[in-house]
Structure formats: C-alpha cells, structure tokens
C-alpha cells in the first residue's frame, strides 16, 4: 500500500500553499471541518429523512 511519511506529508502541504495562497488555506480548513463534522452528524443520527 501507499503510505506518507513525515517528509512526503511536509510536501504535499507545501504545494498546498503555494497552489491555494495563504490567504484561502484557512477558508479552506474551516469548509473542510465543517464538511466533517457534518458527515459525521449524519452518520451518527442515520436516516432522518
């Protein structure tokens, strides 16, 4: 299997800043969060519909 070390996820998370800027990274962490947290809300309250 694929497996990310120290050094790869270092990496990855520098081309995140430079592909997105600094300015959108914590948009994008608190819209990644809140889609989180959300998944899990449904999961843990099954079908409400």
Do not use: C, Q, Y
Not at 8 to 35: C, D, N, Q, S, T
């Amino acid at each position: 299997m694929f497996r990310l070390g120290p050094m790869e996820l270092v990496l990855v998370l520098i081309i995140v800043f430079f592909l997105f800027g600094a300015k959108r990274l914590p948009e994008m962490g608190k819209g990644i969060g809140e889609g989180i947290k959300n998944f899990k809300k449904s999961i843990k309250g099954g079908d409400d519909n």
